[in-house]
């Protein structure tokens, strides 16, 4: 590339790392879309006012917190509990245990598309706000 590229080069690379680690050790900017937006758009102040942002910090502040928030991130990633009791490493009765735990703190359901993406959106956006350029 032209060296007068080079500084919007190294942003986006920054970015993409910021989404590293979400079920993907490799991630190439032109691939995230949408996603890069949000990423350069919000602030950290922003992400944490988000409603779904803050009851997933305030179950990360459990005693099982930290285990809840990677079996949701498996979760995400995989679109199935099985799948992410496999991920994590856990029998999938477990993990039936505290996804449900988590939707009732949420205040909402995981196992329609809608609630879904909506899980996916704040993980992802708790993720970023961990994660600043």
Same mark, same amino acid.
């Given at each position: 590339?032209?060296? !007068?590229?080079?500084?919007?080069?190294?942003?986006?690379?920054?970015?993409? =790392?910021?989404?590293?680690?979400?079920?993907?050790?490799?991630?190439?900017?032109?691939? =995230?879309?949408?996603?890069?937006?949000?990423?350069?758009?919000?602030?950290?102040?922003?992400?944490? @006012? %988000?409603?779904? !942002?803050?009851?997933?910090?305030?179950? @990360?502040?459990?005693?099982?917190?930290?285990?809840?928030?990677?079996?949701?991130?498996?979760?995400?990633?995989?679109?199935?509990?099985?799948?992410?009791?496999?991920? %994590?490493?856990?029998?999938?009765?477990?993990?039936?245990?505290?996804?449900?735990?988590?939707?009732?703190?949420?205040?909402?359901?995981?196992?329609?598309?809608?609630?879904?993406?909506? =899980?996916?959106?704040? %993980?992802?956006?708790?993720?970023?706000?961990?994660?600043?350029?």
């Amino acid at each position: 590339m032209p060296a !007068v590229e080079a500084p919007a080069s190294l942003r986006q690379a920054r970015t993409a =790392l910021r989404f590293a680690g979400m079920g993907s050790d490799v991630v190439h900017y032109d691939g =995230l879309g949408a996603l890069a937006v949000i990423a350069a758009r919000m602030r950290d102040e922003d992400i944490a @006012a %988000v409603p779904d !942002v803050a009851a997933l910090d305030a179950l @990360a502040a459990e005693p099982n917190g930290p285990g809840t928030l990677a079996v949701l991130g498996a979760f995400c990633a995989t679109g199935s509990a099985r799948r992410a009791a496999a991920q %994590v490493h856990r029998h999938h009765s477990t993990i039936a245990a505290r996804l449900a735990h988590a939707e009732a703190r949420l205040g909402f359901s995981f196992s329609t598309p809608g609630g879904r993406r909506r =899980l996916d959106l704040a %993980v992802t956006l708790r993720h970023l706000r961990d994660r600043p350029e």
